[in-house]
């Protein structure tokens, strides 16, 4: 009896111990249940932070694309197109405007004569017996008015010589629209010259460079009515750039 209770009891406290050790198991694989959901927790969540990461750094990447982007092009662009759009209005500095100073006249000059010319013929009251012959250039180009006119009369027999003092230092220039000058003295003021009379027509030549003939055609430039008396005195002055200069003489 004694045995029994004794076998009863070894049992007894048997069956505690291992129901204790079942305890204890699922104790344990409870604490590795939670520790293996700490762990997914975790990994989940340096997942998702990594993520979150790579979504900030592909945010950014993208900003940054975007922004070199507009950057280049933009400042590609608007350069190109200002480049462009003066290449093609082909503007330029107030130098194009020292261009627009172009001269008067387009090409060589040539030599002034009838058919580029127009030529006044006007008596002076002073000084008295003068006659102011004018030239103005209508050609499209620059003349040169060499030496002095060479005029002939009604019925004049020669050329009337040039007064050699008259001479002025450079050629007479005319461009277009500019007028030269040249007096022709008529007559002796104290009736001294023989061989006086009225004409009534006037025939002007002009000279080349070289002076040894006329060129060109001849200006035929009216008289008054009455005509102008002439004797054998009669002289002309020089070409003249100015006609205080013409008259002068």
């Not at 344990?28 to 750094?57: F, I, L, R």
Request: proline share 5%; with cysteine; glycine share 10%.
């Amino acid at each position: 009896m004694s045995d029994l209770r004794t076998s009863r009891t070894r049992l007894a406290a048997a069956a505690a111990t291992a129901v204790l050790a079942a305890l204890s198991l699922t104790a344990c694989d409870d604490g590795m249940g939670a520790h293996d959901e700490g762990a997914a927790a975790t990994t989940s969540a340096s997942t998702s932070t990594g993520a979150a990461s790579s979504g900030a750094d592909s945010t950014s990447t993208g900003s940054t694309g975007s922004t070199g982007s507009t950057d280049s092009t933009g400042s590609t662009g608007s350069t190109g197109g200002t480049s462009a759009s003066g290449s093609a209005t082909g503007s330029k500095p107030a130098a194009g405007a020292s261009a627009s100073k172009a001269p008067a006249s387009a090409g060589k000059p040539v030599t002034c004569e009838g058919s580029n010319t127009k030529t006044v013929a006007a008596p002076l009251n002073r000084p008295v017996n003068h006659m102011l012959l004018t030239v103005t250039n209508t050609g499209s180009k620059a003349c040169f008015l060499y030496g002095y006119p060479s005029v002939q009369f009604t019925d004049a027999q020669s050329e009337p010589p040039v007064i050699e003092e008259s001479q002025p230092q450079a050629v007479v220039t005319l461009e277009p629209g500019q007028s030269g000058y040249a007096a022709v003295s008529l007559s002796a003021t104290d009736g001294s010259s023989d061989s006086g009379y009225t004409a009534k027509s006037l025939t002007v030549y002009f000279y080349g460079r070289s002076m040894s003939g006329n060129v060109g055609a001849a200006a035929h430039p009216s008289l008054p009515a009455k005509g102008v008396y002439i004797d054998d005195s009669i002289k002309v002055t020089y070409w003249q750039q100015s006609m205080d200069d013409a008259i002068n003489w």
